[in-house]
């Protein structure tokens, strides 16, 4: 069974941008979480996403946004990027279903470069 | 926000020698978990101690929880220059009647393991 996929692996923007990162789950996942790493750092989570709502949110500008679709696939949309959003962004699916968190399994994540 | 420290924040050990990484962190948890992750790639699982469990093996790992402490510890035994990564204790937080799918990384650990 294929793991958790993200799209694309890396990419460069600049500043005042826009960019969507994709993530497909494992298949049975219907939670998705997103996390930032920037570089030197442990990730920090921005959005989860189960059965389609927003079931959590970190302390992330609304110049992030995110959604999942029925196939339960998500999208993380940054807008008007800072130098500061360059990061590593991992996408994490679980079996979760409600209460605390088990075992997240990760994608390989897509570097954003924001010069 | 980080929940955890890591320390130390680098650890430099021979193949064979045992590796021990801690980990304190801030609130009630319901759960640690420890995660492992290869040069900025995606990060995998490696072991789940819940808040009522003290000692836990897996394989050549050993984690050790002292909820009084706020402090958890991993042990590598007999460790090889595979194991070489970066190390990152995770909590998913007891947060009253309210839960859902995040967890709060530390800093996190670099192991290298020289052959």
């Known amino acids: 069974d294929a793991g958790v996929t993200q799209s694309p692996t890396h990419l460069i923007k600049t500043r005042g941008q826009h960019v969507t990162l994709r993530c497909s789950p494992i298949s049975g996942h219907k939670s998705v979480s997103w996390y930032q790493q920037v570089l030197g750092q442990g990730p920090q989570f921005i959005f989860q996403y189960y059965e389609k709502e927003e079931r959590g949110r970190g302390n992330f500008p609304d110049r992030f946004s995110a959604r999942q679709f029925p196939n339960y696939s998500s999208e993380l949309n940054v807008n008007a990027l800072l130098l500061g959003d360059s990061a590593l962004y991992l996408c994490?699916?679980?079996?979760?279903?409600?209460?605390?968190?088990?075992?997240?399994?990760f994608g390989e994540g897509s570097r954003l470069t924001v010069l | 926000s980080q929940q955890g420290e890591e320390d130390p924040q680098a650890l430099s050990i021979q193949e064979g020698e045992n590796a021990t990484m801690n980990c304190s962190y801030k609130t009630s948890i319901n759960n640690l978990q420890w995660y492992r992750q290869n040069s900025g790639r995606g990060l995998v699982h490696l072991i789940l101690i819940r808040s009522n469990e003290r000692e836990k093996h897996s394989g050549r790992l050993r984690v050790t929880l002292d909820t009084s402490k706020k402090s958890s510890s991993l042990l590598i035994t007999a460790s090889r220059a595979a194991d070489t990564a970066s190390y990152f204790c995770a909590t998913a937080d007891y947060a009253g009647g309210t839960s859902y799918g995040k967890l709060t990384f530390g800093q996190g650990t670099i192991l290298t393991v020289h052959p």
């Open positions: 994490a699916s679980s079996s979760w279903t409600g209460g605390p968190t088990g075992e997240l399994f």
